[in-house]
T-cell receptor, first 111, second 116 residues
């Protein structure tokens, strides 16, 4: 079964630190991977999309990497701010034109 | 923000009653999706649509039906609500003419449904 896993489920870090969120998936034959942010009571906001042919994507302080051979992606957040507090989800298209989501990592930035 | 409106935002209903949730988009996007989000399960796809009157089942479609008679509206119906359908329901659209795996998904703010 194709699955997406995000560990840890929750993470707290002091403001200003750089941090890495992890996503692992069970099948290396993916089409692409997306990272989303979800604020409480809100929908998901797309942050970055990495095509299978790419190794990374960057947007501002965010950098997402993809290693298909090891079944892993990371989301790097530089110089964290309290406004970065949210739940971060990754989702994978395994080639069946539908996204499979992880259960997310709830990030808290401590001022 | 992508122009996606879900209604109602909150609903409480009794077991056995029919419920319809509405998703309205102003982006004229072809692809629309219904997901449910539950603790410990993440988001799971219920149904999706690739165009008017073109719908298909997702991984958790039992007990749900959908209709799409216009590009802008995608309706999710629970024919006879059960307590297991208590959840937060999200509508999503893709930002291009491709399926979601090929372009970013945009989500509405969700409908919180409680079945008592």
């Amino acid at each position: 079964k194709q699955e997406v896993t995000q560990i840890p489920a929750a993470l707290s870090v002091p403001e200003g630190e750089n941090l890495v969120l992890n996503c692992s998936f069970t099948d290396s034959a993916i089409y692409n991977l997306q990272w989303f942010r979800q604020d409480p009571g809100k929908g998901l906001t797309s942050l970055l999309l990495i095509q299978s042919s790419q190794r990374e994507q960057t947007s501002g302080r965010l950098n997402a990497s993809l290693d298909k051979s090891s079944g892993r992606s990371t989301l790097y957040i530089a110089a964290s701010q309290p406004g970065d507090s949210a739940t971060y989800l990754c989702a994978v298209d395994f080639g069946n034109e539908k996204l499979t989501f992880g259960t997310g990592t709830r990030l808290t930035i401590i001022p | 923000d992508a122009g996606i409106t879900q209604s109602p935002r909150h609903k409480v209903t009794e077991t056995g009653t029919p419920v319809t949730l509405r998703c309205h988009q102003t982006e004229n996007h072809r692809y629309m999706y219904w997901y449910r989000q539950d603790p410990g399960h993440g988001l799971r796809l219920i149904h999706y649509s690739y165009g008017v009157k073109d719908t298909d089942k997702g991984e958790v479609s039992d007990g749900y039906s959908v209709s799409r008679s216009k590009t802008e509206d995608f309706l999710l119906t629970l024919e006879s609500a059960t307590s297991s359908q208590t959840s937060v329901y999200f509508c999503a659209i893709s930002s291009g003419t491709n399926p979601p795996g090929r372009s970013p998904l945009h989500f509405g703010n969700g409908t919180r449904l409680t079945v008592t």
